[in-house]
C-alpha cells in the first residue's frame, strides 16, 4: 500500500485501500487496521489535526478494528 506523508507530530504516514487503514508513526512502528470504512478515511484525511482525529476515531475502537504491527 502506498502511503502518504502526513503533516502531523504524532503520524509520519498513511494510506488506505479496500478498508484497510495504513499508519505509520513518528516515534516508530507501522499498524494496518482492518475493517476501516471509507467515511472514517474521510474524516481523518480533512481533519485539521490527523492526530487527534486517529486518536478519536481509530484508537478507542481497536476491538472493532482487528491491527497488527507491520514488518
Do not use: C
Not at 504524532?10 to 475493517?35: P, Q, S
Request: hydrophobic share 35%; glycine share 8%; net charge positive.
Amino acid at each position: 500500500m502506498e502511503l502518504k506523508d502526513v503533516d502531523s507530530s504524532n503520524i509520519k504516514a498513511w494510506g488506505w485501500e479496500d478498508e484497510t487503514l495504513e499508519v505509520e508513526f513518528v516515534k516508530g512502528g507501522r499498524y494496518r487496521y482492518r475493517g476501516v470504512p471509507r467515511e472514517i478515511w474521510r474524516a481523518l484525511r480533512s481533519a485539521s489535526s490527523a492526530g487527534k482525529a486517529f486518536h478519536r476515531l481509530i484508537r478507542p475502537k481497536q476491538h472493532v478494528y482487528e491491527y497488527k504491527k507491520v514488518e
